[in-house]
């Protein structure tokens, strides 16, 4: 039986369980496949009882996501209350390890993945949005106060990376038992705060030999490679559900049927996306592996390259949000791929510490920083414009790395 005061604890308390199961739902299947339905069965109630409380889903859908923005924006508030960036973001890296030790522990239902916030209708997606705009500015204050326009572009791309870095750890961190979590925890830290190079702030990358990666280095494309090219455009953008099969091939003038003559389902084009990403990725890294110099110089290279793909290349990689709406099974596969990508980039940290290019660093940890860092940078592409020359502004991002978020004085 429904509440009978909207003002009492007990409604507040019932809410409270519906947004944590609806939660749970999105962050399983995707935002569009979860129902009022399945919410209701979830916590034991039926479909009308909670229009009680939602009399749409998209006031749920909402309120899901306000509660994470809630929940980050007092997350960024108490670290930037701490006396120094070095504080700052030792507070920060430890309240996410601290969250994800409570999902792990059984809680369900605090944190929702804010990927399809961009398939939300514009009027709907533009407050949430705009508190997402107030926790980035909050995470660009842990570095102080910028006295120059360059100085706030290096600030504003710590804060992407740093919040980037914490909305990948819960995916990798699967791979690591809690009694781990302080040990990883630190690494973090460290890597974050100084970067990789054993000389700090070493940014020489060189030129890596046939860069099939590039869009650009093809000849004509081919109608299945416009496809896979406009899905990955549109996804990035608008997310899964946003990115239909209308628009995907409107933006490219063929009609649906051309579409379904490629690809039996949009899950089958998401995921023939993630793999053309996935062979580009793995091809740049084999093409640093083959040349010559030491092992931070190969690296170097390697990121100079996948930075300048999601920065200006015509076709980007796809986002890593993309996973949410795949199935199980592809899920896994999709993430099984790019764990092997990363260990390959930890092969490269691996090498390059036995060559003494690179610092003594947790390479397993450092490997999937580097992947969440490659993956924000299609959102820095508006950021990157701002800079007169592309070069500048893949230095300025790769300084995350290779200088770390923590000026040392």
């Given at each position: 039986m429904a509440d009978t005061g909207k003002g009492t604890k007990r409604f507040g308390e019932k809410r409270q369980a519906i947004v944590h199961a609806a939660s749970v739902l999105v962050n399983e299947v995707g935002m569009q496949a979860t129902t009022l339905s399945e919410v209701a069965r979830a916590i034991g109630l039926n479909a009308t009882s909670i229009t009680y409380y939602f009399s749409r889903k998209e006031q749920l859908v909402v309120a899901v996501y306000e509660e994470t923005l809630d929940r980050m924006d007092r997350m960024a508030s108490e670290a930037l209350a701490e006396p120094d960036p070095q504080a700052r973001l030792q507070k920060y890296v430890a309240q996410h390890v601290a969250l994800r030790t409570r999902i792990r522990n059984g809680e369900r239902g605090l944190v929702t993945a804010l990927s399809e916030i961009r398939s939300l209708d514009a009027e709907t997606q533009k407050p949430l949005l705009d508190r997402y705009r107030q926790v980035v500015e909050k995470v660009r204050g842990f570095f102080g106060e910028p006295t120059s326009a360059e100085q706030r572009a290096v600030f504003s791309a710590r804060a992407h990376v740093l919040l980037e870095a914490m909305m990948w750890w819960p995916v990798w961190s699967l791979?690591?038992?809690?009694?781990?979590?302080?040990?990883?925890?630190?690494?973090?830290?460290?890597i974050l705060?100084?970067?990789?190079?054993?000389?700090?702030?070493?940014?020489?990358?060189?030129?890596?030999?046939?860069?099939?990666?590039?869009?650009?280095?093809?000849?004509?494309?081919?109608?299945?490679?416009?496809?896979?090219?406009?899905?990955?455009?549109?996804?990035?953008?608008?997310?899964?559900?946003?990115?239909?099969?209308?628009?995907?091939?409107?933006?490219?003038n063929v009609t649906k049927g051309s579409f379904y003559h490629h690809h039996e389902a949009k899950d089958e084009l998401v995921l023939a996306c993630f793999n053309k990403s996935h062979d580009r990725l793995s091809a740049t890294q084999m093409a640093g592996q083959n040349a010559d110099g030491d092992y931070w110089g190969r690296l170097s290279s390697v990121l100079y390259e996948l930075l300048r793909v999601q920065f200006f290349d015509s076709m980007p990689l796809l986002r890593t949000t993309a996973l949410q709406a795949l199935n199980t099974e592809h899920k896994t596969d999709v993430v099984t791929r790019s764990n092997r990508l990363a260990r390959r980039f930890a092969g490269f940290l691996i090498d390059g510490i036995a060559d003494g290019s690179v610092r003594p660093v947790d390479p397993l940890v450092a490997s999937q920083i580097i992947m969440s860092t490659l993956n924000a940078a299609y959102e820095a592409r508006r950021w990157a414009e701002r800079f007169a020359d592309g070069d500048a502004a893949i230095s300025a991002y790769a300084s995350t790395l290779f200088s770390g978020l923590i000026d040392t004085q």
């Open positions: 791979r690591y038992s809690t009694l781990d979590f302080p040990r990883v925890q630190e690494r973090m830290v460290d705060a100084h970067g990789l190079p054993a000389q700090r702030a070493t940014w020489q990358p060189f030129p890596l030999k046939v860069r099939h990666w590039r869009s650009t280095s093809k000849g004509e494309p081919t109608q299945n490679d416009e496809f896979l090219r406009a899905a990955t455009i549109m996804i990035n953008r608008l997310g899964y559900r946003g990115a239909s099969v209308n628009r995907i091939a409107e933006s490219i």
